[in-house]
């Protein structure tokens, strides 16, 4: 099954609760090992924060589509480096 898939038979809200789950389960597992992630903490919750545009219906502005890209990105970054630490 395809991402287009799995997304095409659920709701706005309901694809909303599975990304901060997602996020929820990132936070959990690092705590869990009791890892040090005050830099991805940042970044988990400035993404956590703009669920308040999507569930509102709001778009994002090319800029901040942008901006809401790039600290996925760092995000990625450090939980790339945090996996190095205790791979």
């Not at 997304?7 to 609760?17: A, F, R």
């Not at 890892?35 to 956590?48: A, D, H, N, R, T």
């Not at 999507?54 to 890209?69: A, H, N, P, R």
């Amino acid at each position: 099954m395809t991402k287009k898939n799995v997304l095409k038979n659920k709701t706005k809200d309901e694809i909303i609760d599975d990304y901060l789950k997602a996020l929820d389960e990132i936070e959990e597992e690092l705590k869990a090992k009791n890892l040090e992630f005050k830099k991805l903490g940042g970044y988990l919750s400035y993404l956590k924060n703009i669920k308040d545009g999507m569930q509102k219906g709001k778009g994002f502005t090319k800029k901040e589509s942008e901006y809401i890209l790039i600290h996925a990105v760092y995000a990625i970054e450090e939980i790339y480096k945090i996996i190095e630490k205790i791979g």
